[in-house]
């Protein structure tokens, strides 16, 4: 059973923590992304890698970081500099092919809160 | 800086009746169009995409390509109560194989 998961489903956050957000897909993906969406307004792009070890900055990558050490696994830290993280965070994957942009999968989103 | 835009809404429609959903965007090498649905407090779902000038039919929805006005639509046609939703128009536009997301309008169909 192919997809995207990602953990938790909620998430609260006290002033001054950093979080860390799962995001684990089994669909063979190359690309991964995270995009962040605040109430009413469309997706926003936070970081996105097309291979293992590589990742770019996407629109608003301040106060975030990611890791891809692994193909399967793009887990984004919510740090402290990040001032106004409440928000629904997405990732994403794709099949990155030769035509350049292919549909992205989207798993099921993480609602952080800051406390 | 790469743009696409869409009409917020909400839109009313009802059911039964054909909705229309615009969008435009910036970027001229575009060359792949989305078109999301997404359920309040849940994740976007991949519904149609087109590559080609002209329509593409699957179901009850239809898209709708111009590149040379750079616009695509999409109409849901026979609309449901269960297509009240929010859909997002991602045409695919960044250089490293990026979708670029509009806003999204809101669709509402009354029984």
């Keep these: 059973d192919g997809g995207i998961t990602q953990s938790p489903k909620y998430l609260f956050r006290k002033e001054g923590q950093n979080v860390t957000l799962s995001c684990e897909q089994n669909l063979n993906h190359d690309a991964m992304y995270w995009y962040r969406q605040d109430p009413g307004q469309g997706l926003r792009l936070i970081y996105y890698s097309q291979i293992v070890n590589d990742f770019q900055k996407g629109d608003i990558a301040e106060g975030y970081s990611v890791s891809r050490e692994k193909k399967e696994s793009f887990p984004l830290t919510v740090t402290s500099a990040q001032k106004n993280p409440t928000a629904f965070y997405l990732c994403a994957s794709s099949d990155f092919g030769t035509s350049g942009s292919d549909e992205q999968f989207f798993g099921p989103g993480t609602r952080l809160t800051v406390l | ?7 917020s809404g909400p839109l009313s429609v009802p059911e039964g009746a054909i909705a229309s ?3 435009t965007y910036s970027d001229r090498g575009s060359q792949s169009f989305f078109w999301y649905r997404q359920y309040s407090g849940k994740s976007p779902e991949l519904i149609m995409f087109i590559y080609s000038n002209g329509d593409k039919e699957d179901g009850r929805f239809t ?12 109409l849901i046609r026979d609309s449901q109560p269960s297509d009240s939703a929010t859909y997002l128009c991602a045409p695919g536009g960044g250089s490293q194989g990026n979708l670029i ?3 999204g309008t809101k669709l509402s169909v009354k029984p």
């Excluded at chain 2, 800086?1 to 009409?7: F, R």
């Excluded at chain 2, 898209?63 to 999409?74: D, E, F, G, I, T």
Aim: proline content about 0%.
């Design chain 2, 101 to 103: 997301f509009g806003k």
């Design chain 2, 63 to 74: 898209a709708q390509l111009n590149k040379a006005s750079q616009y695509v639509s999409l």
């Design chain 2, 21 to 23: 959903l615009n969008c």
């Design chain 2, 1 to 7: 800086q790469k743009e696409v835009e869409q009409n």
